[in-house]
């Protein structure tokens, strides 16, 4: 993949937690010149869905945007074409990224049709290498990474989507200052595989997350062809993760 000069660090509001039926609300962005550490545009926009639609309480008590702020906002079909710009020839980042920002953006974009397949870009999600660090939280993350003070102290608003990117970058300065990353290997777009060692040096698929967390898919498919199965018929997990359970059917 190629490493661009730029990054987009994004963040999204929606109105659940599915993309199939949840929408977006809220999108922003920072444009961050990586070469010279600058930050050259943000983007803030509000999003009204353009059907009859619910708000989860849990979304509604996390972002706070209601319905009634977002009858005069546009619809994401007018400002699409503006976001898919935004990320254009860029590297992207963000904070849990990969397991909920990156799958609303992809089916949303292809609801108005434009493809845009994170799998293929530089994709750093701050969530998911400060859980293999400390496994904290956004608000928590970003104190420890500052002396202890809070982003309310540092005048950003803890689940305001502009905010959360501000503090998103903050982490990611520090983070690459003490201890340098690279792009996450999309195996798996829920985040469930990454590639890893098991038992050897080589790099083989592994679950991260759930009972089988550090054992790698080989394994499980051959002791516990049960839980491969499970996988295969739920419908939260995404194809790409099927796809690479089912390349080891042939172990079993």
Avoid at 118 to 129: H, K, T
Wanted: proline share 3%; net charge negative; glycine share 4%.
């Amino acid at each position: 993949m190629e490493n661009n000069r730029y990054m987009v660090i994004i963040d999204v509001e929606t109105t659940g937690k599915d993309p199939r039926v949840d929408h977006i609300i809220q999108f922003a962005g920072i444009k961050y010149d990586k070469k010279h550490k600058s930050i050259i545009d943000e983007i803030n926009l509000y999003i009204k869905p353009n059907v009859p639609y619910s708000m989860s309480i849990a979304a509604l008590a996390k972002h706070k945007i209601t319905p009634k702020f977002l009858e005069d906002k546009p619809i994401f079909a007018d400002v699409s074409q503006q976001i898919y710009d935004f990320l254009k020839n860029a590297d992207i980042c963000g904070y849990n990224l990969i397991n909920f920002d990156c799958r609303f953006l992809q089916a949303k974009f292809k609801t108005v049709g434009l493809e845009w397949n994170y799998s293929e870009l530089n994709v750093f999600d701050v969530y998911l290498e400060e859980q293999r660090r400390n496994g904290l939280k956004l608000e928590q993350t970003f104190k420890r990474y500052n002396d202890n003070i809070s982003m309310s102290d540092y005048g950003l608003d803890a689940h305001d989507a502009l905010s959360d990117v501000k503090a998103t970058l903050n982490i990611f300065e520090k983070q690459q200052e003490i201890n340098e990353y690279s792009p996450e290997d999309i195996i798996s777009e829920c985040g469930m595989l990454k590639l890893l060692p098991f038992n050897t040096d080589e790099l083989t698929e592994c679950f991260v997350v759930g009972k089988y967390s550090g054992v790698s898919l080989k394994y499980v498919t051959k002791t516990d062809i049960g839980y491969i199965d499970w996988i295969l018929r739920n419908p939260d997990i995404d194809a790409k993760t099927k796809e690479t359970c089912k390349k080891y059917m042939n172990y079993v």
